[in-house]
């Protein structure tokens, strides 16, 4: 079976992404007896919540104040609190695996469970009770997390194995990634939502053609359906910018320290040449090694010596710990930074251990491993990272030292390792943004304490801030956890393809929340607060709501006085981290379906939208609506009720034509192209095939178009069908095909078609903007589409007719400078002309655009910085007149703005992620100014 090029999910997404894709359409089921304690002798509101009701799922979020007796050891204990009380948790006990129990010195065990939905675990499905030791039994003290009820999906997939691992390769948007590409089958999971769906986990590893730096991505392949349900980067580096170095928590484990090797002390240089004292390991042959035997884990570090990076997604064969004839070690232990990352190791772990009882990273004293010294391919690498195993230290460049230098940057990556170990937060949107907030807490944290800084001292907030070869400490700091940014003046919903959804760019917002309560409480019982949260209360999706309610929690747990509780609430609160926050986000759009969740977007046109969306049913496929642009009503259902995906739509305004992918009413497998009028009627099949790929589906009066691609001959091709004959294949020259180089390359009005059409010429692969008039039969125009290197590059969005010319995007000869120019050309061939030319401010980073007759609407991303991300960086919509002008910004909302698809005139519907969730809005024309 063939699938080739298979519509990836998102290839310019937004992201507030995963909590979307998990988003519940189920209502909630309050048949809660609400526990807790009683009421307070005030009349204030209780600051810690005793019982918050799950979203789309009947069992509950968190429930406090309990005090139930529970027999058995911890996990039966556990279990048997559930099983006894089914109307409050509609919890099915077998389908809970024990994944650890946290058991503190202080009497405390919290057992963590991983759901199950028919054997496969369910992602983010965790479900934790905390039990507190008494006498020779225990009791419960409270339960929570997230347990999806509604689950009835499929557990065995319906596509071919092979397959799935092809469409998980073919996730990558650049073809010419795909070559030399792995992706590694971590085995199936249920993404929950509804009914769920049954997905299989791959990770995917390349090299970014653009930019020679690895890739490392998370893709789930919907196994019943065939289609890219969830993709984004890996465990990202310390920093948003720069290169990625996470090579997945899957990569082969670090050598541990020979067995036979005896604990010793010796000497060595730092990155500042003093020299200071190290705990190292003398070998058998009487030589030394940067490996320290005196704590339960063995802390060992290796010199990358400049290698790239790529070397170490384990540990080379060839490589040893750090080594020295003599206990004394020579200068290049310094210079590299190993003595600095081997010391920092132990300070992290001491901290770990003496403040909050964790034996290292796994809570089990295993090894902990360093690499420092790595470069980018030979090129300076400004960054750091734990890769799932092991920290990873770059070398720095012109304005940074080595990154193994930092305290807190190692406190950083090592918390990471904590965090994959305990609440394993997801790494993207908010959990993913937690996920970074607490590797800055610990990290600031564990440098503050070492220094014996106070919190009000003004290098107390400061993170990364050691790194600088010059300047102040102010302006180097790569984040710094007091800058008071709250959600509804800062918050940033950024697509799935910019710093995964926005995990460093919101980070702060929720690190300073917790970075103002180590200010406000001591700092050793905020930090023994905030670890509580993220050892015992913490599961893998939760948002920054949850983050608050599980602090809260802990602290309540941990016997704070009501004053302080009222603090700690107080410093979320200031932060705008509190219920419903995402609705006081101002925006100057109209929402025409909220709380989308749709990877395909949006088509328009005539005064209506069709755009493919969640069933509310919840049987975990897509539904295809419309609607109208001009008034708020209901949408309606176009697609016919069954369980496949139906989106990738377009629509002349009179009718809508859509891909329709998964397991028809016959039982087979496939992708069919559906017609319907927008204002009902039967729905027709135009092609169907379980072999071939049809992809960018178009409509225009009686007659459809659209492109297959054909696995075994690597070719595209353009089919038409007329009048609702079957669809016939336009003839091509010998050769020649619909460019694989471009994700989406057909337009349709008219009579005419236009499409980009390749060739290969020796080893230059080249490109034409063409039209072709049906009435004719003939290719009427031709325009080279060349880059000043002659090579082919990837184009995201189709051309489009408007105005009586083609309109097309040219990419640039670098992506990552921006640069394509929006050019347009006359249908007979006569001439081109550029819209948007290289030189202006406003050309299109790669990205997408949309046209009528009055305006052409395209998505700019600024170019990438060199500085830290920002919301300048994420797409945005322009336009300009179709006659030429500058363009001007379409909405002032601040989040990304993605898949635009413009209506008439001026009017523009499009996704919005500004509110943290994607949402269709529409705007009638242009905002007068930002
Ligand atoms: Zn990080």
Known sequence: MHHRSRPTARALGSGAALSLALALTLSVSPALAAPGGPPGPTAEPDPVPGLVAGEGTATPRLVTGLSDPAPGNPAEAARAHLAANPDRYRIDAGQLAELAVERTAEGRDTVRF??????????????????????????????GGKYFTGLTAPTTPAVPAATLRRIALESLTDPRARSGATAEDLGPVVLPGGAGRLAQHFVVRATDPAT????VREVYVDAVRGVVALAH????????????????????AAAPAGSTAEPATGTAPDLLGRTVGVNIARQPDASYQLVDLTRPATISTYDGAGRD????????????????????????????GATDAHLN?????????????RDGLDGKGSPITSVVNVSNGGAPFPNASWDGRKMVYGNGDAKHRQFAVALDVAGH??????????ADLEYSGQ????NEALADYFGNAIEVTARGLAMTDPKAALMGESLCRTGTPEECANRRLDDRRTTVKDYIGAGLDLDNGGVHLNSTIFSGALWDIRRTLDPLTADRLVYRALAEYLTPLDDFVDGRNAVLAAGRALNLDRARLRSVAAAFDAHGIRTGWQSRIDTDSRPLLPGAYAPTGPAAGGGHWVMGDTDPNGKGGFVLYTGSTTNSGTPTRLSPDDDRMHGWAATDGKSAVWLAIGIDATGSWGTEVLTRSLSGGPVRSVFKSSTQSPVDVRISGADIAFVVRDGETDRSSVRLSRDGAPPVEIPMPEGHGVSPFTASSLAFKDGRLGWIESWTAGQTTLQAATVYSIATGRVTAQYPLSTPDGAARPVLSSPAFAGGRLLWLRAAADPASGGDTLRSGALDGSGESELLSAGSPYTPANLAFTATDQAVTFQHRGPRPSGSWSNADLP???QLPLTGGAPVRFSCNRGTQFHPAADRGTRVVWLDATTGSDTLVVRNQPAKGC
Not at 309 to 336: H, K, M, Q, W, Y
Not at 345 to 357: C, E, N, Q
């Open 114 to 143: 991983q759901q199950l939905h028919g054997g496969v675990p369910v992602l983010g499905g965790q479900y934790l009770v905390r039990l507190v030791r008494s006498g020779a039994g225990q009791r419960v003290e409270s339960v």
């Open 212 to 215: 020679g730096s690895p890739l």
């Open 309 to 336: 990076v790529r070397e170490f997604g384990g540990i080379p064969a060839d490589a040893l710990p750090v080594g020295s004839p003599t206990p004394d070690f020579p200068a290049a232990t310094g210079t590299s």
């Open 431 to 434: 959990s993913g943004a937690m």
């Open 876 to 878: 945005k919509l322009y």
């Open 233 to 252: 980067d890996a465990q990202g580096p310390y920093r948003a910018e720069g290169v990625g170095t996470g090579t997945g928590r899957t990569a082969a």
């Open 345 to 357: 190791a132990g300070t992290v772990y001491d901290f770990y251990r003496d403040r909050l009882g």
């Open 413 to 422: 990556e090592m918390t990471h390792g904590v965090i994959q170990h305990t």
